[in-house]
């Protein structure tokens, strides 16, 4: 395929590009051959994608190319390539979860998720990098290695969803799916100039799990523009019989897109509150507040009722710990009974956290919970929407662990610099990571913009209003993406 036309279909919305595929403008076979060059041009440098399969890739392909027309024509993602994230199974595919333990496992039946996908006509073309065991906002691992930036390749894709951020900035898919705990749909989201959302809790299913009734892992999507995320989940959304806190999320407001509710010529009228800190709770880098400050007085000025303010979420920073170290525990203690030498510090480290909580705390967190959902859901009686920062900080080095620091204040642990998602998460509130800019050194920076529970599409249609006005989605990376670097460098 000639490179103008691979740039063509790469650089085209995810929602158009399944359009023509549906109508027979264009064929699946186009489509995916255009992101498996793309792939084969830039993932050896970028290190985001696993276990690509473009043989099967276009099988899928030509099958969907074969229906009769009435039938794609209700596929609504006909023809879109996607990689599954790696801590979770594909059929036929490679599942890792970034662990040398399942190094060489393959899944033999889908997640539902992924079952959801294949039905609204997305083509599985391999998996996306992870973290191990999604472990940490810097998706590096000892099987596939690290997950460069593609706009610094010197710099984190972030985490734990940064192999698709990362492959969806550099053009090697249209839309992906994640998963998010602490921020791991937002972080790399924020990191890469894309858009990643954490649904409400129970909007999208996850099954098959061994955690049914946890209340911080959410799946949901990512893509380019709030558009495309949309149309994902749209298809990934909903009740499913064996997650028993799935259920139906609000159908959203009435229209085509945002403009049929809120629009610059009828001045908006969508009240938002922003907060940089938490009333300085919480550190946030000089550097991400450079950039956000201005994007907020836009917003401001296209006539967002705007004003300061935020819920008070105090000991929510304590009890999502408590809790995580619960979920952890059951993840990977039976693991590290048999396998601790082939568990990284931070695994082990995560499981030894969940034995040592006591009843008592697990009661505390669980009380906590409770009280920030409904200081949240109250909050948000009053307004449309709370904006903060995404992340506290921009894109670090590649060789950093984890920010030690932030501005001179010195950081507990490797949690501490993703507070302010983690907390968001605690709430069960759905919330999305819009691009707003760029560091003066190139680097993008992300707004998070959180919404009412169960409420996710009017939150979709809100956060492509905020889109429109701040969003910088639109400027792809200048790295040079054939520059081929080490993709197991010492992590300090």
């Known amino acids: 395929m000639a490179q103008q036309e691979t740039d063509s279909i790469i ?23 255009a992101h498996l060059d793309r792939i084969a041009q830039v993932n050896p440098a970028v290190n985001a994608l696993l276990d ?25 993602l006909a023809g879109l390539p996607v990689a599954v994230k790696d801590l979770i199974p594909a059929r036929g595919f490679r599942y890792t979860q970034g662990s040398p333990i399942f190094a060489d496992r393959v899944a033999s039946s889908d997640h539902v998720v992924v079952e959801r996908m294949r039905a609204a006509g997305a083509v599985i073309v391999g998996k996306s990098n992870t973290p191990e065991f999604g472990l ?58 894309v858009v990643g959302m954490r649904p409400s809790l129970g909007a999208v299913p996850n099954h098959p799990s ?21 149309l994902l989940f749209d298809v990934i959304a909903g009740r499913h019989p064996l997650d028993p806190l799935s259920a139906d999320t609000l159908p959203g407001p009435e229209g085509a897109g945002p403009a049929a509710v809120w629009s610059p010529e009828r001045g908006m009228g969508i009240r938002a509150a922003w907060t940089p800190d938490f009333g300085g709770e919480i550190s946030v880098s000089a550097e991400v507040l450079s950039v956000l400050s201005p994007a907020i007085d836009r ?27 619960l979920q952890m525990f059951n993840n990977l203690a039976p693991l590290a009974r048999d ?96 691009p707003a800019g760029f560091t003066e050194s190139g ?33 792809g990376p200048t790295a040079d993406l054939s520059m081929v670097h080490d993709r197991f460098p010492t992590i300090r």
């Open 52 to 76: 690509v399969q473009p043989d099967t890739a276009l099988a899928q392909a030509a099958a969907i190319d074969a229906m009769p027309p009435e039938v794609r024509s209700r596929l609504p």
């Open 339 to 434: 396998h601790a030498d082939q568990m990284k510090e931070d695994a082990l480290w995560n499981a030894q956290v969940g034995q040592e909580v006591t009843g008592a705390q697990a009661s505390e967190a669980m009380a906590t919970q409770s009280r920030v959902f409904q200081r949240m859901a109250e909050f948000l009686g009053d307004v449309d929407i709370l904006l903060t920062p995404t992340c506290q900080v921009a894109p670090f080095d590649v060789h950093e662990r984890y920010p030690r620091s932030i501005d001179g204040r010195v950081l507990d642990d490797y949690l501490e610099w993703m507070t302010l998602p983690s907390i968001i998460t605690l709430t069960g509130h759905p919330a999305i990571s819009i």
């Open 11 to 33: 650089g085209a919305r995810a929602i158009d590009t399944a359009a023509s595929v549906r109508t027979g403008e264009r064929s699946a076979h186009e489509v995916v051959t």
């Open 136 to 193: 940490g906002s810097h998706t590096f691992n000892s099987v596939t290695g690290v997950t460069r930036n593609p706009y610094d390749l010197a710099k984190t894709a972030g985490g734990s969803s940064g192999g698709a951020a990362a492959a969806l900035a550099s053009g090697m898919l249209p839309i992906a799916d994640g998963s998010d705990t602490g921020g791991s749909l937002r972080n790399p989201a924020s990191f890469n100039n």
């Open 443 to 475: 680097l993008p920076v992300g707004l998070q913009v959180v919404g009412r529970y169960r409420d996710d599409r009017t939150l979709l249609a809100m956060a492509q209003v905020v889109e429109a006005v701040v969003g910088s989605g639109h400027v």
């Open 210 to 230: 061994g955690y049914g009734f946890g209340t911080l892992s959410v799946k949901g999507p990512m893509a380019r523009c709030v558009a495309d995320v949309r």
């Open 299 to 325: 917003l401001a000025a296209a006539g967002f009722r705007m004003e300061s303010g935020h819920p008070d979420l105090g000991g929510a920073r304590e009890a999502f710990r408590t809790l995580r170290g």
